[in-house]
Nanobody, 122 residues
Framework: QLQLVESGGGWVQAGGSLRLSCATSGIIFSIQDMGWFRQAPGKQRELVAVIGSGGSTNYVDSVKGRFVIARDNAKNTVYLQMNSLKPEDTAVYYC????????????????WGQGTQVTVSS
């Protein structure tokens, strides 16, 4: 049974750090491209970080140099280290598997997990 379980969110002051985790089950994680998405109130869900099955990474411009995505295939888990957080990073963060290629990724698994709330105060 497919499960995506995000954790690690919380409240932090601007400039702080958080590490998110997404534990997966029911997928062949090691061959799956994975991504972290976020959705702020009133906004569309956006893809912010990608990690390929081989470990290559890509980021949306707004988080480059601040966020690091990583994966542990032995634990079927993907991580998002978030540093130098800004109030505009406030959102619910989700992980999902990805299909497609750079610039044209789409999420593949349903249902989404419950997400994890990140709140950054100024």
């Amino acid at each position: 049974q497919l499960q995506l379980v995000e954790s690690g969110g919380g409240w932090v002051q601007a400039g702080g750090s958080l590490r998110l985790s997404c534990a997966t089950s029911g997928i062949i994680f090691s061959i799956q491209d994975m991504g972290w998405f976020r959705q702020a109130p009133g906004k569309q869900r956006e893809l912010v970080a990608v990690i390929g099955s081989g470990g290559s990474t890509n980021y949306v411009d707004s988080v480059k140099g601040r966020f690091v995505i990583a994966r542990d295939n032995a634990k079927n888990t993907v991580y998002l280290q978030m540093n130098s957080l800004k109030p505009e990073d406030t959102a619910v963060y989700y992980c999902d598997g990805l299909a497609g290629a750079e610039g044209d990724y789409v999420p593949v698994f349903e249902p989404w997990g419950q997400g994890t709330q990140v709140t950054v105060s100024s």
